[in-house]
């Protein structure tokens, strides 16, 4: 007893307390909140970028082989009087324009057989969300984990350039059918979005040379 008063504290005092404690509280939560909000995101983007850059890897990658054929150094080459004969892998669809599919050649025979078999024919392109590979005539296979992200945009678009060998040939003063090369390149984009929150976006772009130019004609007079 002081002065005839309980030490201690009141009512009001003690509900102030209890009021502040619940305020700092309630921010500690709501900042954890955020913070865990916030590492979940930085995963899903992390992970998302991952996932697309390994699957436009691997398009590129299968691109860049594109027109492979293992007698282009005999049957393939053009001399005086004779053209090369056509590259039967040399296909690549679309040939021009922007699509969402590619398809492509090239050869895996260990004796080159100059025909393009079942198992040479390779692609890819967007289905519900999904890129698909195809591994052989008509096989297609899932190449990314819907349950992870949804492709939203995949975008191919070849770019030829064509370069006349001229230099190369000699008729004299009699007109040649100079011998042409076509450079190739493709430009690749795919965008996803992560599944479980479609905030989180991203998009890999790449530009593939193919390793293979496409020659055709001869010097012939």
Request: some cysteine; glycine content about 8%.
């Amino acid at each position: 007893m002081r002065n005839g008063e309980e030490l201690g504290f009141t009512i009001i005092e003690l509900m102030v307390g209890i009021a502040l404690t619940l305020l700092i509280a309630a921010a500690a939560t709501l900042l954890l909140g955020s913070s865990i909000g916030e590492n979940r995101r930085v995963l899903l983007e992390a992970r998302l970028t991952q996932d697309l850059r390994s699957a436009a890897d691997l398009v590129a990658r299968q691109t860049r082989r594109s027109g492979y054929w293992g007698t282009a150094s005999t049957l393939g080459l053009w001399s005086q009087g004779a053209s090369a004969l056509p590259n039967p892998y040399a296909a690549l669809t679309p040939d021009t324009g922007d699509s969402d599919t590619i398809a492509l050649r090239y050869s895996q025979d260990a004796s080159e057989n100059n025909t393009v078999d079942d198992n040479e024919q390779v692609g890819f392109r967007l289905r519900s969300g999904v890129l698909e590979a195809q591994l052989g005539d008509g096989n297609w296979q899932a190449l990314t984990d819907s349950s992870t992200l949804v492709v939203t945009r995949f975008r191919v678009e070849p770019r030829v350039q064509t370069v006349a060998l001229e230099p190369a040939c000699a008729c004299g003063s009699a007109p040649c059918a100079s011998p042409q090369v076509q450079v190739r390149s493709v430009d690749i984009e795919i965008g996803a979005r992560a599944t479980s929150d479609a905030s989180v976006l991203r998009t890999v772009r790449a530009t593939v040379r193919l390793r293979n130019d496409h020659l055709s004609g001869g010097c012939n007079a």
